[in-house]
């Protein structure tokens, strides 16, 4: 396998390997570079109103915003480049952010220990694994039988995000805590983007704009950067957020005790 191949796997490219073949695509993924912007703007505000925060957790913050918008960029490249090299900045960045936010979540909101997180993520990462490896029958035809491709277009594989960020924000929720609604909201979000992710080719030739098909595939970016824009702020905000409901544990005013 050479890093230089490429690789086509969206309604806009088709089979064009050009640089400018996914204009859509390619330039969908300025909404992660807003989304990180914005984020940005929210902490410095949060800071200039004195919510205080410790200096670790401000810095796991900045790390979440950092890799939001490396998102953007890899998702660019392999967008325009369409190489197998691309694909791994397309996918690295995506995979650090979910595993990142998912240690940031239960130990923030949930307030698990750090052995209990480990334990939550190793089991994340083997699931995720799991689901990316279920293959289908795909659109290519060779001897007769249908190429072997990943179910629904590559969209399995973010299932055990998706669940994961749905329990997270249901008991965060059911907690009393203002983060829970923002999280279910975000992934409510994330199942619809996933949606999108998922029928780009199938609807291919419904979706003619300017002369080419574009497929769905820019609606998975521009609602992708709103959810993870809404997980920054539940994280931003945690520290300022008050408890919507009386049911459950009240948000700590500072810092967290371990388990």
Not at 221 to 250: C, D, E, F
């Amino acid at each position: 396998m050479s890093w230089a191949e490429q690789v086509f796997n969206y309604c806009e490219r088709g089979l064009d390997s050009s640089f400018w073949a996914e204009p859509m695509n390619a330039a969908s993924n300025a909404a992660f570079l807003v989304a990180a912007a914005l984020a940005t703007v929210a902490l410095w505000r949060q800071a200039g109103d004195g919510v205080r925060a410790s200096t670790a957790e401000r810095a796991a913050i900045w790390l979440l915003i950092a890799v939001v918008a490396i998102i953007g960029i890899g998702s660019f490249a392999f967008h325009t480049f369409a190489t197998r090299w691309a694909l791994i900045a397309d996918v690295a960045p995506i995979t650090v952010f979910m595993i990142a936010y998912l240690a940031y979540a239960l130990r923030m909101f949930l307030q698990l220990g750090w052995l209990s997180v480990a334990l939550a993520v190793a089991a994340f990462l083997w699931v995720g694994s799991f689901a990316s490896s279920f293959t289908c029958a795909g659109h290519q035809v060779v001897n007769g039988a249908a190429d072997a491709e990943p179910c629904l277009n590559g969209s399995v594989g973010y299932t055990p995000a998706l669940v994961s960020l749905l329990i997270v924000g249901g008991i965060a929720a059911r907690r009393g805590l203002s983060a829970g609604r923002t999280l279910l909201a975000a992934g409510a979000i994330f199942f619809v983007s996933a949606i999108f992710r998922t029928i780009d080719r199938d609807v291919c030739a419904m979706t003619l704009m300017l002369g080419q098909a574009r497929g769905t595939h820019a609606l998975w970016h521009l609602l992708n950067a709103l959810t993870l824009y809404l997980l920054l702020l539940a994280a931003i905000n945690r520290r300022q957020a008050q408890p919507y409901s009386s049911v459950g544990a009240k948000e700590p005013a500072s810092g967290i005790t371990p388990k």
